[in-house]
């Protein structure tokens, strides 16, 4: 059972142009939403985050939003650039699962020069 | 500070051998987990601690055993190794009860099985 879901395994776009990431999830519990990116052969390493309370979070070229009733969520990256190639994963947290965190499948972003 | 760190990097093992993968964290979080990640898969939670003395099942827990005598240390012992539990392994600390409580990983130690 996927609690949390990534259904695009890749993306492909220009540099300069906007980098859509979604995330859906099923567990109504979970209040907060994470992005980490992973580069080949590092752990992964935390982007940026969001409570349940809020519907957007902004950081630099970096922006979540979430869509409390359709139980998704999406990171925006403008402007794309080719340093952002990596693969992306959501993560949620919350309800009985305090402190753990339940992962995506992620998504592998390949930003074109 | 060092952050997560893991030993080792690689390691190939035969089926039916044991190892420890070794994990410190020098961030004084009480949290800590081990993941594995299969190719096209995102992470899975093998097993956590919410503090020294304390670990608990996570979402794949079979084949693999944790203890947790201090704060910084957490190693994962396989015994017994099989193929499927070739994958690439992450150890992770955080404290939840502050910020976000984002997990901090180590770099990671691939593990063959042949």
């Known amino acids: 059972d996927q609690q949390v879901k990534q259904n695009s395994p890749s993306l492909s776009v220009q540099e300069g142009r906007i980098s859509i990431l979604n995330c859906d999830y099923t567990?109504?519990?979970?209040?907060?939403f994470l992005w980490y990116k992973k580069y080949p052969a590092e752990g992964p390493t935390f982007l940026i985050s969001?409570?349940?309370?809020?519907d957007k979070n902004e950081d630099g070229r970096f922006t979540v939003f979430l869509n409390k009733s359709a139980k998704h969520l999406s990171l925006h990256i403008v402007p794309s650039q080719p340093g952002d190639s990596a693969v992306y994963f959501c993560?949620?947290?919350?309800?009985?699962?305090?402190?753990?965190?339940?992962f995506g499948q992620g998504t592998i972003l390949t930003v074109h020069p | 500070n060092a952050g997560v760190t893991q030993t080792p990097k690689f390691r190939i093992l035969k089926i039916g051998q044991s190892m420890t993968l070794q994990c410190t964290q020098d961030?004084?979080?009480?949290?800590m987990y081990w993941y594995r990640q299969d190719p096209g898969m995102g992470l899975k939670l093998i097993y956590y601690?919410?503090?020294?003395?304390?670990?608990d099942k996570g979402e794949v827990p079979n084949g693999y055993n944790v203890s947790r005598s201090t704060t910084e240390d957490f190693p994962l012992r396989l015994e017994l190794a099989a193929p499927s539990q070739t994958s690439v392994y992450f150890c992770?600390?955080?404290?939840?009860?502050?910020?976000?409580?984002?997990?901090?990983f180590g770099p990671g130690t691939r593990l063959t099985v042949t």
């Open positions: 992770a600390s955080s404290y939840p009860h502050l910020g976000t409580g984002e997990q901090y």
């Open positions: 567990n109504s519990m979970f209040d907060y």
């Open positions: 969001i409570s349940s309370i809020k």
């Open positions: 993560a949620a947290s919350g309800g009985t699962s305090y402190g753990k965190l339940t």
């Open positions: 961030m004084n979080h009480n949290y």
């Open positions: 601690s919410v503090g020294a003395g304390i670990t």
